[in-house]
């Protein structure tokens, strides 16, 4: 069974993080497809506007695209999310974990920003996967959970620490999720369920200005559904101005402050940043 089947017609999708940005294009290309698209975030004007385009452009009706207020960082309204699409649509097939906050910012931040960045990037995606693991578990098709990290999880580059920590944490459960999925007796198969980390480059989201050098999330979308067609776990996006090869040379580098008993973080450490720029480029 092609996994390229879970982006097709008669198929329904739950994208959280639907408002804006990647979310927002994911939603418009798959309903686009055909598919049924249940679009979660905090409930106001962007997440309205956002579900009167999509629907406008779903060929399966206006009908196929709902839109749910959802705080991914309350269980009870991920539960409330899980129980609209069933009531909705009858099945779910792709759960699409895209939320983000990006509060707080240095290492002296305040302790509410680093919890409320835990519970919306690690804890939303956890208890989604949670919730919905059973009903994605019992379809006898292709499904999958995709889960949106950053490199910033990988690398961990100065600067944003908070939002550093939650991508690397989502990334560690990703891995085991899929470890967990592979290796579960009644999900073999080409029908089974499968997890993926998205790990987008530098992409125009939210409300920014579009620079030269940045991907629109069309591109990352193009990226997104090759990998999970191709079956490919780690979905790395490059962008205009880093390739992936760049990309592979600086999570190496990364990896081998261990192995090589560097400095954390030493490609930006002034006795290693020549070497790295030599190294990374």
């Known amino acids: 069974m092609d ?3 879970i982006f097709g017609p008669g198929r329904t999708a739950v994208v959280t993080g639907a408002a804006l940005g990647i979310g927002r294009a994911l939603s418009l290309r798959l309903a686009r497809q055909g598919m ?3 679009m979660a975030d905090l409930p106001g004007t962007d997440l ?3 579900v009167t385009d999509v629907r406008a452009a779903a060929t399966s009706g206006p009908g196929a695209v709902v839109g749910m207020a959802t705080d991914v960082s309350q269980q009870d309204q991920i539960d409330r999310l899980k129980a609209g699409t069933l009531d909705a649509f009858g099945q779910i097939d792709l759960l699409v974990n895209n939320a983000v906050t990006r509060t707080g910012r240095g290492i002296d931040a305040e302790l509410k920003g680093w919890r409320q960045a835990m519970e919306v990037n690690l804890w ?3 208890m989604a996967a949670r919730a919905f693991l059973p009903t994605l578990l019992e379809n006898p098709a292709p499904t999958a ?3 949106t990290g950053s490199k910033q999880g990988i690398t961990n580059p100065p600067g944003h620490p908070i939002y ?3 991508k690397s944490a989502l990334k560690t459960y990703t891995e085991a999720l899929e470890h967990e999925l592979r290796n579960m007796p009644g999900n073999q198969g080409p029908g089974r369920l499968t997890a993926h980390l998205l790990v987008p480059g530098w992409t125009t989201t939210g409300k920014a200005e579009h620079k030269p050098g940045a991907w629109l999330p069309d591109r990352v979308v193009d990226t997104l559904l090759d990998g999970v067609t191709g079956g490919r776990f780690y979905i790395i996006c490059p962008d205009d101005e880093v390739t992936a090869e760049m990309d592979a040379k600086r999570i190496l580098w990364a ?7 560097r400095p954390p973080l030493s490609r930006w450490h002034p006795d290693f940043a020549e070497a790295a720029r030599d190294a990374c480029s």
């Open 145 to 147: 959970i995709v889960n």
């Open 255 to 261: 990896a081998q402050d261990i192995t090589e008993n």
């Open 164 to 166: 550093n920590m939650t």
């Open 48 to 50: 309205d506007a956002a």
């Open 36 to 38: 049924a698209v249940v």
């Open 124 to 126: 939303g995606p956890v």
């Open 3 to 5: 996994r390229g089947s």
